[in-house]
C-alpha cells in the first residue's frame, strides 16, 4: 500500500501534471455550462432565459402535461397546439410575437415533437407534420413508429439483412407503450454532450499515466528501482496499481462531478422516462438513466484500455512523449481513419466506439455473432473490458522483463 501511495504521489509530483488537473478543472466548469446551456426557457415577454430558473421554470410547463401519453392527452396535446398556432402572436410576422405564442407551448412541445416524429417519414423528420394530425390519428403514434420503420424497409432505401430487419421490428414492437411523459431536459442535455467529456477526461487521464513507467528511464534510475529486493514484483505491481487507481479514481470523480453540476442545475426528473422522448428512432429500450449508465461504462473500459495502452507503450519504448500520443491516436485518430478507409464494419469495433455509446443508443449499429443480431455497442463494451483484463497482467509481465542497459 506504501508503494502504491507512493507512485500515485510521484505522478502528481510533477507540475505539469498538476497543471492538468487544474485545466480539467475549468474544462469541467466549461462542459457543465455549455451543457446546462442547452435547456433555455422563453417567458410570457418572448424573452429567452438559461440557467437554474429557466429549468425550474421549464420542469414546472411540461410537469403539467406529467403523465402517460395515451391517446385523451395526445388529443388534448393536439388541441392545445392548434390553439396557439392560431393565436395572434403565432401568427404575427414580429420574431417577438412569435416568441411569445412559442412560450404558451413549451409545456407541450416534446409531445409535439413525438407526435411530429410518428407522422413523418423514418429518416425525414417534419417540423409541421403534427399540425395535420387528426385526433382520431393521433392515438396511433406507436403503431405509426412500428409501420414506418417497415416501410423504410420496404423502400429499399437501407442494406440491413433481413436478420437484422426482423431484429429492429421485435426491439419496436417491445417498447412498453403508452410512454410515461415528464420534463426530462436535464437527462437530454446530459446525454448530448457526456461523450466529449468522457473523450477529454481520457485524453487528460492517458497524460497523467503515460510517464508511471517510463519516467524511472528517463531519471536515469531504472538499475536503482529493479536491483531492489521488491522492484520486480511489489514495485512492477505498485506501478500497474497506480495507474488504474489514478484512471478509475479521476474517471469517477469528474464524471460524477459533471453529472452533479449539470442535474443540479437542471433537474434530475425524467430519469425513468423511456429514451424515445428524445431518440425517437432508437432501438434500445431502456430509459435516460440506463442510457447514462450505458455511456459512463463504455466510456470507463474505452478510458481504461487508452491508458493501459498507453502504460504499455511507456513500458516497451521507455519514452513519455511517445506513450502520451497513445490516448490520442486510440481515441481520436481511428475516428478520422474511419472516414478515409472504407471498412465501416470493422471501423464499428475500433475502441474510439466506447465513447461514442450514445450515437449506438441514437442509430444502432447491428451486427450477427453466431446467428444472432445485437447491436454493436452490447458486443463492444464486454469484449474491451476483457481485452483491458487481458493488458493488465501483460503490462506487469513486460516491465518485469525489462533488461537495464
Not at 538499475?223 to 529486493?229: A, E, L, P
Request: aromatic residues 14%.
Amino acid at each position: 500500500m506504501k508503494m502504491l501511495r507512493y507512485e500515485i504521489k510521484k505522478v502528481f509530483s510533477k507540475s505539469k501534471n498538476r497543471m492538468a488537473v487544474i485545466v480539467l478543472f475549468v474544462i469541467l466548469v466549461i462542459t457543465s455550462v455549455l451543457t446546462i446551456n442547452k435547456v433555455e426557457y422563453v417567458d410570457e415577454k418572448g424573452n429567452h432565459f438559461v440557467g437554474i430558473s429557466a429549468a425550474r421554470d421549464l420542469r414546472e410547463a411540461k410537469n403539467e402535461w406529467k403523465g402517460y401519453l395515451a391517446e385523451d392527452t395526445l388529443s388534448k396535446a393536439l388541441e392545445e397546439n392548434r390553439t396557439i398556432n392560431n393565436s395572434k402572436e403565432a401568427l404575427s410576422d414580429d420574431i417577438t410575437e412569435q416568441n411569445k405564442a412559442y412560450a404558451k407551448k413549451q409545456g407541450i412541445v416534446s409531445i409535439i415533437d413525438v407526435i411530429g416524429q410518428a407522422f413523418s417519414e423514418y429518416r425525414d423528420y417534419n417540423y409541421y407534420a403534427a399540425d395535420n394530425v387528426s385526433d382520431d390519428e393521433v392515438g396511433a403514434i406507436y403503431e405509426r413508429r412500428i409501420s414506418a420503420l417497415k416501410e423504410w424497409f420496404d423502400s429499399g432505401e437501407e442494406t440491413f439483412t433481413q436478420e437484422e430487419k426482423d431484429f429492429m421490428i421485435q426491439k419496436y414492437e417491445d417498447l412498453e407503450t403508452p410512454f410515461y411523459y415528464e420534463y426530462m431536459d436535464g437527462w437530454a442535455a446530459l446525454l448530448q454532450n457526456i461523450s466529449t467529456f468522457i473523450l477529454i477526461l481520457a485524453l487528460v487521464i492517458g497524460f497523467f499515466v503515460s510517464g508511471i513507467f517510463s519516467d524511472e528511464f528517463q531519471a536515469k534510475a531504472d538499475s536503482i528501482f529493479f536491483s531492489t529486493r521488491f522492484g520486480r514484483s511489489r514495485g512492477i505491481s505498485a506501478k500497474v496499481g497506480a495507474g488504474f487507481c489514478i484512471t478509475t479514481g479521476f474517471y469517477v470523480i469528474f464524471v460524477l462531478l459533471y453529472t452533479f453540476i449539470v442535474l443540479f442545475v437542471l433537474g434530475v426528473d425524467g430519469a425513468n422516462c423511456p429514451i424515445q422522448l428524445d431518440l425517437w428512432r432508437s432501438v434500445y429500450n431502456i430509459t435516460f438513466l440506463q442510457a447514462y449508465l450505458f455511456i459512463v461504462l463504455g466510456g470507463y473500459i474505452g478510458t481504461i484500455f487508452a491508458s493501459t495502452l498507453a502504460m504499455l507503450v511507456s513500458a516497451l519504448t521507455r519514452s513519455t512523449p511517445t506513450a502520451i500520443i497513445v490516448p490520442f491516436i486510440v481515441l481520436c485518430a481511428f475516428p478520422f481513419l474511419s472516414r478515409i478507409i472504407t471498412l465501416p464494419g470493422l471501423c464499428s469495433f475500433f475502441p474510439d466506439q466506447l465513447l461514442e455509446i450514445y450515437l449506438d443508443i441514437k442509430e444502432a449499429g447491428l451486427v450477427t455473432l453466431g446467428g444472432k443480431v445485437t447491436t454493436i455497442a452490447t458486443v463492444i463494451v464486454p469484449v474491451y473490458a476483457v481485452i483491458c483484463l487481458i493488458l493488465l497482467p501483460v503490462l506487469y509481465k513486460v516491465y518485469k522483463k525489462t533488461e537495464i542497459k
